[in-house]
Structure formats: C-alpha cells, structure tokens
C-alpha cells in the first residue's frame, strides 16, 4: 500500500493478557517509529527503529514492552501482562531516513479490560 | 526535560484566520512541526520548520518561528469547516542519535459556519 499501515485497528484485551500491534511501514523507509497516544493528551515517543535495530528505546514505560523489526520492515511493538493503564492508541510512524518527514498510521486502539 | 505547550481550545468563524500558539522548551530542537488529527484518523504534517527559520508559507498556513522566545504559530488563512480538528505542535530531539518527535496536547480548532 501507499501508506504506513497498522494491524489491527482495535484491539480489545483482558487485563494480564499478551498483545501484540504490527506496523507495516512504507516501503524501502529506514525509519520507524513508534508512539502512543492516551485520551485528551499528544502522542508519546516510545520507541525508534534504524533498519532492524532500536536506536532509541527510551520511551518504553518498562519491561512489559518491546518491539522488534528483524527484517528492517514490518515491526512488532508486543505487551506483556497488559494493565487497563495501557489504553491508548498506538500510532506507528516512518520515514525515509532519520529527521526527514514521517509519515503516521492511522493508529491502533488498544482496550484492556 | 523537553516540553511542549498550546493551547487547547480555538474557535474561529469561516473565513476567518487562525492563529495556534506553542511554547516549546529544547533549545536544541532542529525542526519543528505542526500536524493535524482529525477524528480517527491518524497524524498529518501540514508543514514544518528548520530551527534557523523565522517565517515559513505554503499556500494558506504561515508558520513563525520565535526562536530567542520559543515560541512557534500557525496561521491558517481563510478557515475553512474542513479545518476543524486537533493540530499538534511537535519538536524533534536529535540527542544521542534519535529523532524522536515532542509533542504538546493539540488544540482543538473548531470552525463555525
């Protein structure tokens, strides 16, 4: 596809439960970002992505989160024993290279209950 | 910490011009962004700016950039409904290797006929 694209939409767990948000970026981007936004506020960093490896993880909130890109494409952002505190949307974002123009998904809306 | 204020509320009659505020703390940021986030969808970059920048135009936003007091603005002429939604004010943090993005709250920019 043209754009940056985020499987699935929604997802609604059960608290404690494993998840895990894919992003496919668009082709032939080097740069993937990934980045959650909680009800009323802006999207927080969490994780960036040069090629396969995570050149800045500094914005994952703990252990329970990780993300992997092993082929330099799609990225897997996963939880673990997720808390209803993880609600949000997740947004994935990539760009050409590092600083240039990043191009957002349309988010996908985690539910923990 | 970096930090990025707006905000959160405008209100403008069609036809009018918008002005959207932000504040921002880094001193180091390299480029600044204004995005638009309508509702579910995800992030669109309307324009950004180079940190050594004072003023930026592209068609009918017009960004100025006040570096010595951090402070950033969109314009928008001609207001249009379809301007209605949530624009993000964002920083890119180029510290230790990452070009994560800042981004402030939004604000909420609704139009009235």
């Known amino acids: 596809g043209a754009g940056v694209s985020q499987t699935p939409s929604n997802k609604v767990t059960e608290k404690g439960k494993y998840v895990e948000l894919r992003c496919d970026p668009i082709s032939g981007h080097t740069a993937l970002y990934w980045y959650r936004q909680s009800l009323g506020q802006g999207p927080e960093f969490l994780i960036y992505f040069q090629g396969t490896g995570a050149a800045d993880d500094s914005g994952l909130p703990n252990d329970r989160f990780f993300a992997v890109r092993p082929e330099g494409s799609v990225s897997t952002l996963k939880i673990q024993r997720t808390e209803r505190g993880d609600s949000a949307v997740y947004l994935c974002a990539s760009s050409p290279q590092e600083n240039t123009e990043a191009f957002f998904g349309q988010g996908t809306r985690l539910t923990v209950v | 910490g970096e930090d990025v204020e707006q905000s959160l509320f405008l209100s403008v009659r069609e036809g009018d011009s918008s002005v959207i505020n932000c504040t921002y703390t880094d001193s180091s940021s390299t480029y600044l962004y204004w995005y638009k986030q309508e509702p579910g969808a995800g992030l669109q970059l309307l324009t950004y700016?180079?940190?050594?920048?004072d003023m930026k135009q592209d068609q009918r936003l017009t960004v100025l950039l006040n570096k010595k007091d951090k402070h950033l603005s969109l314009r928008i002429a001609d207001t249009q409904t379809g301007d209605s939604a949530i624009y993000f004010c964002a920083e890119s943090y180029s510290g230790a290797g990452s070009y994560q993005l800042t981004f402030g709250k939004g604000t909420k920019l609704s139009v009235i006929p």
């Open positions: 700016i180079f940190s050594n920048m």
